[in-house]
């Protein structure tokens, strides 16, 4: 069972995916990326919202780009709609954090990138190491649970 990050952003910030892609490239995870994960003639609502409320993790990758697209406001408001864990990442400086996550600690990734990085590939590392371990305690008691069921006849 994989554990599910979808990411929000701009596509000006593509770069900024495009490396995180890179070092969370693992079975373990199933990153939903827009860019890659809706293709041409595909209606980007009915994949993009579906993606949100499946997800572990909504990654937010906040910038001055991210804070003018339509596209990254529907994103958080649908996020913040299904109750997903949000995870802001602060590109630059200028942008501002909305509002609406006013109270959510943010990951300052503009003032040290590499370590900013290292720091989200670590949190969704064990993020879907913990969600293997759960997924794999449930198969063991269904297991045992049956094999029990099966001793009682």
């Keep these: 069972m994989a554990y ?5 952003y701009s596509t000006k910030d593509i770069a900024v995916v495009d490396h995180l892609k890179a070092i969370l490239n693992s079975p373990s995870i199933n990153l939903f990326v827009a860019e890659y994960s809706v293709q041409p003639s595909e209606s980007l609502n009915q994949k993009i919202y579906p993606a949100i409320q499946n997800s572990d993790l909504f990654l937010l990758l906040w910038s001055k780009n991210s804070q003018e697209s339509p596209w990254v406001a529907k994103e958080i408001e649908q996020a913040k709609a299904f109750n997903k864990t949000i995870f802001p990442v602060l590109l630059d400086e200028e942008a501002k954090i909305p509002a609406v996550l006013g109270d959510l600690k943010y990951l300052p990734a503009h003032t040290d ?5 290292q720091f989200i590939k670590k949190h969704v590392f064990e993020k879907a190491q913990k969600k293997q371990n759960e997924a794999l305690l449930w198969l063991t008691i269904g297991g045992a649970l049956l094999w029990l069921a099966s001793k009682s006849k």
């Design 113 to 117: 990138p590499a370590q900013a990085m």
């Design 4 to 8: 599910e990050l979808f990411i929000s």
